[in-house]
């Protein structure tokens, strides 16, 4: 039974290409309907091997851009940045105050002795010469006062010396000058030296008169006593203190017995020299 339907089968299989040889014209030539029908053993052959894997085709084209996705979680923190460079320098600040004072440094250390090389006598001379031109400049100063401003009378010249010193310090001034404390013995010196004070416009100067030795014993500063001259102010000498034994001569030409240790300025009176 199988074989009489394999049979029927391969004949209709025959069958149908000898109609698609004819359709095709290969009657004709090349193959002839006889090879074909001459023999009836043309059967399908086994299935053959599973051909070889074809080769990889091209690569296909790019797709296109998918929507874009939804937003993503938030990223953790990065690591902290190189530091930055230095900035610019900034404007000058104001000017500060003034700061306190400082405590006092300590005392420097005590100087070398001294060499005892020949340059001592130099220094010694150096020495001198300091003195010497103090005393100069001195002498300077005091003549250019002088020939300022200075009072004469037939025997003497006044001058009055405008720096404030003590009693004794005055009497010391005038001395060295070959002078002294001038000593108005009567009414015209007495008038000279009162205007002199007043052109200067001074209140008060030293005179060369006090009570030093014995209290209420006026002598000028040659030891020679009050006699038959006197000018005080009304009221004066008064010495309740005790401590008044020097003279000050007001600019109204009245004297007032003072303290000898005050400062104020004085007068000197230089003898005129004898032909
Ligand atoms: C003072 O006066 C007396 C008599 O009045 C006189 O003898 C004497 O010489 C006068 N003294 C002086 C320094 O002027
Ligand atoms: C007289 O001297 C006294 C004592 O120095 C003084 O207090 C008084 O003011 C003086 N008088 C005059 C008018 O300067
Ligand atoms: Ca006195
Ligand atoms: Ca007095």
Redesign the pocket.
Known sequence: MKEQQLWKHETSLLLFLVLLGQVLGLNDDSQPATEVCSTHTILPGPKGDQGEKGDSGEMGKQGKAGPMGTKGDKGTVGHMGDQGMMGKIGPIGRKGEKGFKGLPGGSGGKGKAGSVCDCGKYRKVVGQLDINVARLKSSIKFVKNVLAGIRETEEKYYYIVQEEKSYKEALTHCRIRDGILAMPKDEAANAVISDYITQSGL??VFIGLNDMETEGQFMYADRTPLQNYSNW?EG?PQDESGE?DCV?M?STG?W????CH?TMYFICEFPKKRK
Not at 256 to 259: L, Q, S, W
């Open positions: 209140f008060r102010k004066e008044e000050e007001l009245k007032n017995d003072t303290e005050l």
